[in-house]
């Protein structure tokens, strides 16, 4: 049996895909399973997955009609046979030698301490992958079941470990509306559900690829849409939260974002003025332009077995400080 599976859904990305998948297959720990879940794609995502399957033993192809990214990926969950779970998505990638023997021993440890998420920093890249940015976690400490914590994994931090046991045992799902809020409220209730997570700057695995296509960026969303399905998710979260009796500053926050969500639709009615788009516009310039500036070449961003070591060791100590 794998011990860490790799779950990459697919819709249409014949462009980046065979990155995704040999950026798993190539880690040094071979102890994995890459499951690609194609979503009814119609371009060559299929034969790219079938291709790999061939070769590799370690590579599963799920495949049915479109369905959406939420549906597909809690399709395929209970298909998944390793201890913790990683959800990449195709035209992202792991970084070379980040999966080796010491973390699968340091995810070993964290199963006998009771972690069972695992919030790292993570590394947003051009889409080429000649440079990336770091995208720090807001602490590094470890909470416990029920943390405020919870409210605090930003879209940036959104590739995470997994424990299998944890989303088997609390039945967590994805949403599968489309397009919004199909990870965060997920990645809530994971951290919220965990017995232990860890949230760490000292250890980061995964690149975000800037892709023109992805569905996070498309201009043509409606965005009185999305504010709908906002409210709505956060509507039905905090029912969730009622029914597990939980109190305080999480289901507060949870309805603060309903709230809000609202807001913006009432908002959004209004048509968007030509001044509005021209700010959103230059806005959105100014962020690029500050970002490039304070990227690195991907390789300066690398973990030799001497950092990584020394990553482990700190967190162990950590998680053994807050028990």
């Given at each position: 049996m794998?011990?860490?599976?790799?779950?990459?859904?697919?819709?249409?990305?014949?462009?980046?895909?065979?990155?995704?998948?040999?950026?798993?297959?190539?880690?040094?720990?071979d102890?994995?399973?890459v499951?690609?879940?194609?979503?009814?794609?119609?371009?060559?995502?299929?034969?790219?997955?079938?291709?790999?399957?061939?070769?590799?033993g370690?590579?599963?192809?799920?495949?049915?009609?479109?369905?959406?990214?939420?549906?597909?990926?809690?399709?395929?969950?209970?298909?998944?046979?390793?201890?913790?779970?990683?959800?990449?998505?195709?035209?992202?990638?792991?970084?070379?030698?980040?999966?080796?023997?010491?973390?699968?021993?340091?995810?070993?440890?964290?199963?006998?301490?009771?972690?069972?998420?695992?919030?790292?920093?993570?590394?947003?890249?051009?889409?080429?992958?000649?440079?990336?940015?770091?995208?720090?976690?807001?602490?590094?400490?470890?909470?416990?079941?029920?943390?405020?914590?919870?409210?605090?994994?930003?879209?940036?931090?959104?590739?995470?470990?997994?424990?299998?046991?944890?989303?088997?045992?609390?039945?967590?799902?994805?949403?599968?509306?489309?397009?919004?809020?199909?990870?965060?409220?997920?990645?809530?209730k994971?951290?919220?559900?965990?017995?232990?997570?860890?949230?760490?700057?000292?250890?980061?695995?995964?690149?975000?690829?800037?892709?023109?296509?992805?569905?996070?960026?498309?201009?043509?969303?409606?965005?009185?849409?999305?504010?709908?399905?906002?409210?709505?998710?956060?509507?039905?979260?905090?029912?969730?939260?009622?029914?597990?009796g939980?109190?305080?500053?999480?289901?507060?926050?949870?309805a603060?974002?309903?709230?809000?969500?609202?807001?913006?639709?009432?908002?959004?009615?209004?048509?968007?003025?030509?001044?509005?788009?021209?700010?959103?516009?230059?806005?959105y310039?100014?962020?690029?332009?500050?970002?490039?500036?304070?990227?690195?070449?991907?390789?300066?961003?690398?973990?030799?077995?001497?950092?990584?070591?020394?990553?482990?060791?700190?967190?162990?100590?950590?998680?053994?400080?807050?028990?």
């Amino acid at each position: 049996m794998p011990f860490l599976s790799v779950l990459i859904p697919v819709y249409n990305g014949e462009d980046y895909l065979a990155d995704a998948i040999e950026s798993a297959l190539n880690q040094p720990c071979d102890d994995l399973e890459v499951v690609v879940a194609n979503d009814g794609s119609t371009d060559r995502s299929l034969e790219i997955a079938r291709g790999y399957e061939e070769r590799d033993g370690r590579v599963r192809v799920l495949s049915h009609e479109n369905m959406g990214p939420g549906a597909t990926r809690n399709k395929a969950i209970p298909q998944l046979k390793g201890s913790w779970i990683l959800f990449l998505d195709c035209d992202d990638i792991i970084l070379p030698n980040f999966y080796t023997e010491q973390v699968r021993a340091f995810l070993q440890f964290c199963r006998a301490h009771e972690v069972e998420t695992i919030v790292p920093c993570r590394l947003y890249g051009d889409v080429k992958l000649s440079w990336a940015n770091m995208e720090y976690v807001p602490f590094d400490e470890v909470f416990g079941q029920g943390s405020d914590a919870s409210w605090r994994v930003d879209y940036e931090f959104a590739t995470l470990l997994y424990s299998a046991e944890l989303l088997r045992r609390e039945r967590i799902e994805f949403g599968i509306t489309r397009p919004a809020e199909m990870e965060s409220i997920f990645r809530h209730k994971a951290v919220f559900c965990s017995k232990r997570t860890v949230f760490t700057n000292r250890l980061w695995f995964a690149v975000r690829r800037e892709n023109p296509h992805q569905a996070t960026r498309d201009r043509n969303w409606n965005s009185v849409h999305v504010d709908r399905i906002r409210y709505e998710g956060f509507s039905d979260l905090i029912e969730w939260h009622r029914q597990r009796g939980t109190t305080g500053f999480v289901i507060e926050e949870a309805a603060r974002r309903r709230d809000a969500a609202k807001a913006s639709i009432d908002r959004g009615e209004q048509p968007r003025t030509l001044r509005r788009r021209i700010e959103e516009h230059r806005a959105y310039r100014r962020w690029k332009q500050d970002r490039r500036r304070a990227s690195k070449p991907l390789g300066e961003w690398m973990l030799n077995e001497d950092r990584q070591r020394e990553a482990i060791e700190a967190i162990e100590h950590q998680i053994e400080q807050s028990s």
